[in-house]
């Protein structure tokens, strides 16, 4: 099973910043199969990223995703209000992992 | 439209058996991978496993394997998690999920891009 860990596990920024979360694998799979969710109280996970780099449908271009083998990286470039929330990537291969999620939040 | 509409929060005792369901809509059921994630409270996401509606082929996480059933009922666009004896380490809420409607893989390995709202259920003596 491959085994996912986000870091870091809350990171505190205001609106405007730029926010970086990482996803790190336990063995190398292809980038085909890496998807990055956000998650609001309340609410059911929304998927931003998948193939580690496509936009969903709807997601603004100040979401993107990168990276391939053992790392990978989901960034928003300039914070809005309405993105400080819990980020999770998950391996929707054939272990179907979710990482344990980075909670962004206001500073 | 694609939605998913899950059945209302549960509170149940140990031992008991329960099964919670997800109607799907606005798409031809039997041709998309229909999946289960646990959030247990305050906690991340788990994905528990999935069925394929057409031919009911289904997948399960190791660690739910012979924990939960998941089964779907064609006619009624309708897909189901059950459990025969609950614990209170149950106590989740329930997702449903579908695959985005541009992405299909004939073994399941798809991102969940349509969600249902959620299931809470609470087991508690």
């Known amino acids: 099973e491959i085994v996912l860990t986000q870091s870091p596990g809350i990171l505190s920024l205001s609106t405007g910043e730029r926010a970086t979360l990482s996803c790190r694998a336990s063995?190398?799979?292809?980038?085909?199969?890496l998807a990055w969710y956000q998650q609001k109280p309340g609410q059911a996970p929304r998927l931003l990223i998948y193939?580690?780099?496509s936009r969903a449908t709807g997601i603004p271009d100040r979401f993107s995703g990168s990276g391939s083998g053992t790392d990978f990286t989901l960034t928003i470039s300039r914070l809005e209000p309405e993105d400080f929330a819990v980020y999770y990537c998950q391996h929707y291969g054939s272990s179907r992992t979710f990482g344990q999620g980075t909670k962004v939040e206001i500073k | 439209e694609v939605q998913l509409v899950q059945s209302g929060a549960e509170v149940k005792k140990p031992g008991e058996s329960l099964k919670i369901s997800c109607k799907g809509s606005g798409y031809s059921f039997t041709g998309y991978w229909i999946a289960w994630v646990r959030q247990m409270p305050g906690k991340g996401l788990e994905w528990m496993g999935i069925?394929?509606?057409?031919?009911?082929?289904?997948r399960y996480s190791p660690s739910f394997q012979g924990q939960v059933t998941i089964s779907a009922g064609k006619s009624i666009s309708t897909a189901y998690l059950q459990w025969s004896s609950l614990k209170a380490s149950d106590t989740a809420v329930y997702y449903c999920?579908?695959?985005?409607?541009?992405?299909?893989?004939?073994?399941?390995?798809?991102?969940?891009?349509?969600w249902g709202q959620g299931t809470l259920v609470t087991v508690s003596s």
């Open positions: 999920a579908r695959g985005p409607s541009f992405y299909h893989d004939n073994n399941g390995y798809l991102p969940l891009g349509y």
């Open positions: 193939g580690a780099s």
């Open positions: 063995q190398s799979f292809s980038s085909s199969y």
């Open positions: 069925i394929y509606p057409g031919d009911s082929a289904t």
